[in-house]
């Protein structure tokens, strides 16, 4: 079993729609939660960044994090065409230099 | 002015052959990292240094190995180049995980 466990898609939804995007985890004592983004041929880029559980905003994101349930939730509102790309959990133990596990991604299209 | 930069972008080399993919940063951070995404889009850790010192070295085969004359440059070398070698190569840095990590834009390594 992968420490990180992500569904790969694809998901296709209409532009406008709101988009849940998952991960589940086995290793408890992951603390820092991280979502990044990755466009086709380039590198993957911090989207959003939460320490254990709760929720956190930006914009039209919205990241959750239930360490109960080892889950963690991204969503995205009023979805735009521009938000087509690859989607990856990651994950980390501490916050000093140790390495972060990432989810497989999954592959996201809105539809105009 | 590119954060992390890679090169080469692309290489398609034969089996056998040995390579390296250089790697620059000029954010100041402290931490470098090698990962390697694979055709399923999963990011897997190799190697990280700390100011030049390594810290983390993954189950990678000897082939691989990483070299970090100063804090903004971490280089890899390939010996022997294998055809399950074919993926793209990331390099990243941090300063601390609070921010996550600055990708490059990836090198494509093919062998034929």
């Known amino acids: 079993q992968k420490e990180v466990e992500q569904d790969p898609g694809p998901l296709s939804v209409p532009e406008g729609a709101i988009v849940s995007l998952n991960c589940t985890y086995s290793?408890?004592?992951?603390?820092?939660f991280m979502w990044y983004r990755q466009y086709s041929r380039k590198g993957p880029e911090l989207l959003m960044y939460t320490y254990s559980s709760g929720n956190k905003e930006d914009g039209r994101f919205t990241a959750q994090v239930d360490k109960s349930s080892k889950y963690i939730s991204l969503f995205i509102r009023d979805s735009q065409p521009s938000d087509s790309a690859t989607y990856l959990c990651?994950?980390?133990?501490?916050?000093?230099?140790?390495?972060?596990?990432f989810g497989s991604g999954t592959r996201l299209s809105i539809r105009p | 002015d590119t954060a992390v930069s890679q090169t080469p972008k692309y290489l398609v080399t034969q089996m056998g052959n040995d390579k390296s993919i250089k790697c620059e940063q000029n954010l100041g951070h402290d931490t470098m990292y090698w990962y390697k995404q694979d055709s399923k889009k999963f990011l897997k850790i190799m190697f990280s240094y700390n100011n030049k010192e390594l810290i983390i070295n993954e189950t990678v085969p000897n082939r691989f190995s990483p070299k970090s004359p100063d804090k903004a440059h971490l280089n890899l070398h390939i010996n022997s180049l294998e055809l399950g070698d074919s993926a793209v190569y990331f390099c990243?840095?941090?300063?601390?995980?609070?921010?996550?990590?600055?990708f490059g834009s990836g090198t494509r390594l093919t062998v034929v």
């Open positions: 990651a994950m980390s133990v501490s916050s000093s230099a140790s390495k972060i596990i």
């Open positions: 290793n408890s004592a992951f603390q820092y």
């Open positions: 990243a840095s941090s300063q601390g995980q609070k921010y996550g990590y600055t």
